[in-house]
């Protein structure tokens, strides 16, 4: 159970930040997306956009794809429908009883 907190806190640490639920936002409505277009889009420096970047890759919340020499960054949404799903949900309900439910998930 440790371990499964710990992969999502590390997820709700990086979704912590007005600005990379903004990128992440992005990604959804543009899909596949250069960093140049998400520098324009959010008139942020190439550092300041790429430290945000890191920490959704690191948390598994965005993929990222190189083609020669440019970096295509994309929304990951299996990781953010897992992060969704009723199993997180699960971990925290209870039962009538108030002890946690066994039968969910």
């Keep these: 159970m440790i371990q499964q907190f710990l ?7 990086a979704l912590a ?3 990379r639920l903004e990128i992440m936002y992005e990604l959804c409505q543009r899909g596949s997306t ?5 520098m324009e889009a959010f008139d942020m ?8 970047l890191k920490i959704l890759l690191d948390a ?10 440019w970096s ?3 929304l990951n949404d299996t990781e953010v429908n897992n ?8 971990i925290f309900r209870k039962s ?10």
């Design 7 to 13: 992969k999502y806190e590390q997820k709700f640490k």
């Design 17 to 19: 930040d007005q600005k």
């Design 34 to 38: 250069c960093v140049c277009d998400l």
């Design 45 to 52: 420096t190439q550092s300041k956009l790429s430290y945000h």
């Design 60 to 69: 598994g919340l965005i993929v990222k794809e190189t083609k020669g020499t």
């Design 72 to 74: 295509y960054y994309d």
């Design 83 to 90: 992060l969704l799903s009723e199993e997180l949900c699960c």
């Design 96 to 105: 009538d009883s108030g002890k946690r439910n066994s039968n969910c998930c």
